[in-house]
């Protein structure tokens, strides 16, 4: 008789669609049951596009049907576990947060605000709780992509209740200042600040919780690296080669801390004329994948730059939320789920060294 393994060896033939790694490193086989019937796979989708699923459904059931000895296929679908929380020792965790996210870059002008928020409502969009913390103290931009106006109120253990907006959970400094009003702080102040953000804030139970850091390396990134253990860091990237050393001031940043660096994503890679459809790299091409080689860590995609992008962040609507079905959405979409199989599969390994 069939044996599970045998289904399981078999089923690392079915490839993720868009993606060379099989289904089964993604995670995504639950359970495998043989019986008198045949056998039946309990698949967890790590998204929730149905026609992604389906394409996954059929290669399953064709793959198993034509194994010697099968007599019947059948294949469930069963909500995905939440992410299994690491454990890291050092600084004392959020409680109820099962992984702390954060999303940096080693200049600004790169578009990071703007990729941290689609990432965040990605991944919410794929079933998870998440929260958007905006720790760029001197740039606090995130209120305005998400349409947020309201001040957070307080319980009565004075914690601070963040805002809920498309799903996410959500706090920033702009929430507490006045539009336009200039944030001229000391690092001592912004180091309370920040550490209110994480301690003080009733952020509730939470798969992830997304960090928008402020751009380059100082007292606000050293300040959440000693508050909370993060389980790894997400480099923002314009596809110049002059991004390059700020790739690798990031990498170095989070390696210092003990930080996995999940991956790179190259921002503004190119740019497709909305009325002829003519791609032009403006900034060059392919300078993220490169740099993800060169520093041995994952190239998680490129974003381009699209005006649909900036007109959504603008009016408060991200296109994540406005077009769910627009390319760009479905690229943030596609990178959110390479982020969760890098938290949840990758191995533990030396980090080779940055010279």
């Known amino acids: ?9 078999e089923l690392k033939k079915v490839k993720y669609p868009g993606f060379a790694r099989d289904i089964v490193s993604f995670g995504m086989i639950k359970d495998i049951e043989i019986g008198s019937t045949g056998v039946n796979v309990i698949l967890a989708p790590t998204t929730a596009r149905d026609e992604i699923v389906q394409q996954i459904r059929d290669a399953v059931a064709a793959t198993v049907a034509q194994m010697p000895g099968v007599t019947g296929v059948e294949v469930s ?35 990071k605000s703007t990729v941290a928020v689609n990432l965040a409502l990605a991944l919410a969009s794929l079933g998870h709780r998440v929260g958007l913390m905006d720790a760029d103290v001197y740039g606090p931009s995130v209120p305005l992509m998400l349409g947020l106006r309201e001040r957070p109120r307080s319980t009565e253990e004075k914690r601070i209740i963040p805002l809920e907006q498309f799903g996410l959970k959500v706090i920033s400094l702009g929430l507490f200042i006045e539009d336009r009003t200039p944030v001229i702080w000391r690092g001592p102040m912004i180091n309370k600040l920040l550490t209110q953000f994480l301690r003080e804030v009733d952020w509730g139970e939470l798969d992830y919780l997304v960090l928008d850091l402020p751009p380059g390396t100082g007292d606000a990134q050293l300040t959440i690296t000693q508050q909370v253990p993060l389980t790894g860091g997400v480099i923002v990237t314009t596809p110049q080669d002059v991004a390059l050393e700020d790739v690798k001031r990031g990498v170095t940043m989070f390696r210092q801390v003990h930080a996995p660096v999940l991956g790179v994503i190259e ?15 403006l ?7 490169a740099m993800a080689r060169q520093f041995q ?13 900036r007109e959504a962040g603008d009016i408060g609507v991200p296109i994540v939320v406005a077009q769910r079905e627009h390319p ?7 990178i959110a789920q390479r982020l969760i199989a890098e938290v949840t599969e990758r191995p533990v390994q030396a980090l080779p060294t940055i010279h």
């Not at 921002?267 to 790299?281: K, L, T, W």
């Not at 760009?328 to 596609?334: E, G, H, P, T």
């Open 1 to 9: 008789m069939i044996t599970p393994q045998q289904v399981l060896e």
């Open 77 to 111: 679908i069963t909500a995905p576990e939440a992410p299994a929380r690491r454990v890291q020792q050092g600084p004392a965790g959020i409680p109820g947060v099962a992984h702390v996210i954060a999303v940096a870059s080693g200049k600004g002008g790169v578009g």
């Open 267 to 281: 921002n503004m890679s190119f740019h497709i004329c909305p009325g002829c459809g003519h791609r032009a790299e």
């Open 283 to 289: 900034f060059g091409h392919g300078g993220g994948a």
């Open 297 to 309: 860590v994952p190239f998680l995609g490129e974003i381009p730059l699209v005006r649909a992008i």
């Open 328 to 334: 760009q959405s479905l690229a943030f979409q596609d």
